[in-house]
C-alpha cells in the first residue's frame, strides 16, 4: 500500500512539475496561438452557393501522413466548403486497394469522384464502372496520358516530364555540371519521369539515386555516402520538399560543395530558399490540384462545364527561387502552398 | 460455420448416429463447437457486420458487400496457406513481395520472349513454387528461426522486384501485355466477374473459397494434415513417431508460394502492369488474418476456416470504414486493436473449452 502511495506522490510531483514548466515557458512566437490568429485573419469556410449538398469522394495513391496530399486535401475541403459539398477522402499506395477504395466510393452512390492514377492500369476497369453508374470522375496530379481514354472529365496536374525538363533547363542555367537526381518511392512512374525530363534537357551529367522515402534517417546517409563517395557532385535534386531539408544536412555532414535544389514546396523549403541553403524549387500547386478538382466537380454539376477541352490542366512547374520565397513563407505556414 | 468435423489428430469415423439419447449428443456437439479454433473469429465477424451494418449506411448493399468480399478474398488466398504454415509453426514474411515477384515473372517472361501468356503463368508457377521451397530447405537446413530466414527473403525478393524490372523494362512497372495471346482466357480464369443480377462476384472469392475447402480437407481428413498439425506442436516429437518433418515444413511453404502465384496471375490480369514496388507489408495482413482466425502464434492449433473468417473480418473492417465516411487516419489503429481484441477472445474461448472437455 505504501509504495503505491508513495507512486501516486511522485506521478502528481512529476505533472505538477510538467504544467509549471509549460505555463512558465510561453513562447511569444510560433505555435498554436499564431497559427490560430493567421487563421482567424484568412476567410472562414461557409458555402457561396445554393446548389445542393452533393458528395465528392477523393481517392489518392497517397502513403499515410504525407505532406504533399495534405496540402491538396485542404484545397478540396476549402473548395468543398465554398461549393457546399460533403467531401471524403480516401488513400491507399497500393494500386489494388486504391481501386477498392473507388469501388466503395461507387458502392456509396457519391457524386462525383476525384482520382489520382498514378497507377493508371490498375484504376481503369474501376473508372469505368464509376462512369457506367453516372458519377463524374476528374482526374488529378498523375496519370495525365491516361485520364482522357478512360473518360474522365478533365485531368489536372503537372507533366512530370515538362517538369523535369524545366528542372534540368534551371540547372543549365546555374551552370551545373553533375546532378544527384534522388528518388524516394520507389516504383513510381512519375518520379521516374521527372529525373527523365531533368536527364534530357540538363546538359551535365544526372544519376540516379533511390532511397527509402518512409526513412528520414536513410535518406540522410544514402545521400551523405553518395556526396562523399563522389566530389563532383554539384547539384542535388530532390523529389518532394521534406527531403530537401534531409538533403542539406546531408549535403553539410558530407562537406559538399552541392546545391540543393527541389519539386515541390513546404515551409522549410520557404525558408531554405530565402536564406540561401536551397537553389531553386519546382512547384506543381497542390493546393490547386485539389482546389480546381472539386471545383471543377461542382462547375460539371452546376452547369455542365469541362475545362481544358481535353487537354490537361498543368498546375506547373513554377520555378520558384529567391526572390519569391518570402511571399510564400506565409502561406506555407498555413498549409496551403 | 457449424463445423461438425471429428476434431484433429482423430481417426475419422462415421458420424455418430441420432440414437439414444438427444441430449448426450447434442452436448457433445456444443462441446465440439467449443474447441473449435474459429468460433473465437466467427463471434468476432458476426460483432464487426452487426456493427457496420449499423453505422454504415452503404454496408448492407449487395454491391457492397461484394467489394468486402472481394477485399476479403485478396488477402484470404494468402491466408490460407500462412495459416497453415502457422498451425505447422512458422512463417512467412516473404508472402506479400512473393505475389508481386510471381506477376513480375509472368509478365515479363511473357513479354520478353513474346510468348503466350500461359507460358510465362507457367513459368511463373515453377520459379514461385521454387522461391517456397528455398524458404522451405533453408529453414530445415539451417535450423534458423522462420523469422530470419523469410525475413532475409522478403528484403532479397523485394530487391530483385525492383532491380529486374529496371533491368528488363528500364521502368518501375511492367509493360502491358494485354495485346499479347492468351491474356484474355487468363484473365478469364484469374480475373474476371460472374454477375449475379445487379452483383458481381469476382473470380478470387471462388479461388479463396476452393483453397480453404482443400486446406480444410487436408487439415482435417488426411494424414498430412496430421503431420502439419504435429510438426507445430512439437516437431521433436513428430519426428520420433516417424513424421516427415522436413518435407511437411517445405511443402507449407510451397502452399504459400502456390497462393501467392494465385494472386500474383490476379493482380497481373486484372491491372495489365505491375508495379515493381508493391507488395510490402502486406504479409503481415496475411499474418494478422491467420492469427484473428485462431491461429496459435506457437503452432499445432488453428484452422484454415478461422483464416478465411479474419480475413473476411479485415475486408469488412477496412471497407466499412470507407462506408461509414469516417476519417481513415484512424484505419491502423483500428485495424491493431481489432487484431488484439479478436484474439484475446479467441484465448477466452479456448479457455473456457479446455475447463469444459
Given at each position: 500500500m505504501a509504495r503505491v502511495r508513495r507512486r501516486g506522490r511522485v506521478v502528481g510531483a512529476v505533472l505538477a512539475a510538467a504544467l509549471g514548466v509549460a505555463l512558465a515557458g510561453c513562447s511569444s512566437t510560433g505555435g498554436l496561438r499564431a497559427e490560430q490568429e493567421r487563421a482567424a485573419k484568412s476567410a472562414g469556410g461557409k458555402a457561396a452557393v445554393n446548389t445542393p449538398r452533393w458528395t465528392f469522394a477523393m481517392v489518392t495513391h497517397s502513403g499515410d501522413g504525407d505532406t504533399f496530399w495534405d496540402i491538396v486535401q485542404n484545397g478540396a475541403q476549402q473548395a468543398a466548403a465554398k461549393d457546399n459539398i460533403k467531401f471524403l477522402y480516401g488513400h491507399d499506395k497500393e494500386a489494388q486497394r486504391q481501386s477498392e477504395l473507388v469501388q466503395s466510393y461507387i458502392d456509396q452512390k457519391v457524386d462525383g469522384l476525384i482520382v489520382s492514377l498514378a497507377k493508371p492500369n490498375a484504376m481503369k476497369d474501376v473508372i469505368a464502372k464509376a462512369e457506367k453508374a453516372g458519377i463524374p470522375v476528374i482526374t488529378v496530379n498523375s496519370g495525365a496520358e491516361a485520364s482522357k481514354a478512360f473518360g474522365a472529365l478533365s485531368h489536372i496536374g503537372q507533366d512530370e516530364t515538362v517538369a523535369g525538363e524545366a528542372v534540368g533547363e534551371e540547372?543549365?542555367?546555374r551552370g551545373r555540371k553533375k546532378a544527384l537526381c534522388v528518388l524516394h518511392e520507389q516504383g513510381n512512374v512519375g518520379h521516374e519521369q521527372r529525373c527523365d525530363g531533368a536527364e534530357k534537357t540538363f546538359k551535365g551529367d544526372l544519376q540516379k539515386l533511390y532511397v527509402e522515402g518512409t526513412n528520414m534517417p536513410d535518406v540522410q546517409s544514402s545521400i551523405e555516402s553518395k556526396l562523399q563517395s563522389d566530389r563532383g557532385i554539384d547539384a542535388v535534386v530532390t523529389l518532394g520538399a521534406p527531403f530537401a531539408d534531409t538533403a542539406v544536412k546531408a549535403k553539410e555532414q558530407a562537406g559538399s560543395k552541392a546545391?540543393?535544389?527541389?519539386?515541390?514546396?513546404?515551409?522549410?523549403?520557404?525558408?531554405?530558399?530565402?536564406?540561401?541553403?536551397?537553389?531553386?524549387?519546382?512547384?506543381?500547386?497542390?493546393?490547386?490540384?485539389?482546389y480546381e478538382a472539386v471545383d471543377l466537380l461542382w462547375l460539371y454539376k452546376y452547369n455542365s462545364d469541362v475545362l481544358g477541352g481535353g487537354k490537361p490542366v498543368l498546375t506547373g512547374p513554377q520555378v520558384i527561387t529567391k526572390k519569391d520565397a518570402a511571399a510564400l513563407q506565409e502561406y506555407t505556414k498555413r498549409g496551403t502552398r | 460455420m457449424s463445423d461438425t468435423d471429428a476434431p484433429p489428430l482423430q481417426p475419422a469415423g462415421p458420424p455418430a448416429k441420432s440414437d439414444g439419447d438427444e441430449r448426450l449428443l447434442h452436448r457433445s456437439l456444443a462441446r465440439r463447437l467449443m474447441g473449435r479454433p474459429e468460433l473465437g473469429s466467427v463471434v468476432g465477424a458476426a460483432a464487426v457486420f452487426v456493427f457496420f451494418s449499423i453505422v454504415a449506411e452503404p454496408f448492407l448493399q449487395a454491391s457492397s458487400l461484394s467489394t468486402v468480399l472481394y477485399a476479403s478474398s485478396t488477402i484470404g488466398i494468402m491466408a490460407v496457406p500462412v495459416a497453415l504454415l502457422m498451425i505447422g509453426g512458422e512463417f512467412d514474411l516473404s508472402a506479400g513481395v512473393m505475389v508481386v515477384s510471381s506477376a513480375l515473372i509472368s509478365s515479363m517472361f511473357s513479354y520478353q520472349l513474346t510468348a503466350n501468356t500461359w507460358v510465362g503463368v507457367g513459368v511463373s508457377l515453377l520459379v514461385t513454387l521454387a522461391i517456397g521451397a528455398f524458404n522451405g530447405l533453408l529453414l530445415t537446413r539451417t535450423k534458423l528461426p522462420s523469422f530470419i530466414i523469410t525475413l532475409g527473403t522478403f528484403f532479397m525478393l523485394t530487391g530483385l522486384n525492383l532491380g529486374f524490372t529496371k533491368l528488363i523494362d528500364g521502368t518501375v512497372s511492367t509493360k502491358s501485355i494485354a495485346d499479347m495471346e492468351g491474356f484474355d482466357s487468363a484473365r478469364k480464369v484469374f480475373a474476371s466477374h460472374l454477375t449475379l443480377g445487379s452483383v458481381d462476384i469476382q473470380i478470387t472469392i471462388l479461388w479463396w473459397l476452393a483453397l480453404v475447402a482443400v486446406a480444410t480437407w487436408i487439415l482435417l481428413r488426411t494424414r498430412v494434415g496430421n503431420w502439419i498439425f504435429a510438426v507445430g506442436?512439437?516437431?521433436?516429437?513428430?519426428?520420433?513417431?516417424?513424421?516427415?518433418?522436413?518435407?511437411?515444413?517445405?511443402?507449407?511453404?510451397m502452399g504459400v508460394a502456390f497462393a501467392a502465384w494465385v494472386s500474383g496471375q490476379h493482380l497481373l490480369f486484372s491491372y495489365d502492369a505491375i508495379q515493381s514496388g508493391d507488395g510490402v507489408g502486406n504479409e503481415f495482413l496475411y499474418i494478422i488474418a491467420a492469427a484473428v482466425g485462431g491461429c496459435l502464434m506457437t503452432g499445432g492449433f488453428g484452422s484454415a476456416i478461422g483464416a478465411a473468417v479474419g480475413a473476411f473480418i479485415f475486408g469488412m473492417a477496412s471497407k466499412g470504414i470507407v462506408y461509414a465516411q469516417w476519417n481513415p487516419d484512424w484505419y491502423k489503429f483500428f485495424l491493431g486493436a481489432m487484431l488484439l481484441l479478436a484474439t484475446l477472445l479467441n484465448a477466452w474461448v479456448r479457455k473456457r473449452a479446455e475447463e469444459k472437455a
Open positions: 540547372l543549365n542555367k546545391e540543393i535544389d527541389t519539386f515541390d514546396l513546404n515551409a522549410q523549403v520557404a525558408t531554405g530558399l530565402k536564406d540561401g541553403s536551397l537553389g531553386f524549387a519546382v512547384d506543381q500547386q497542390p493546393y490547386l490540384q485539389g | 506442436g512439437n516437431a521433436d516429437a513428430a519426428r520420433a513417431v516417424g513424421v516427415p518433418v522436413t518435407k511437411t515444413k517445405i511443402g507449407l511453404y
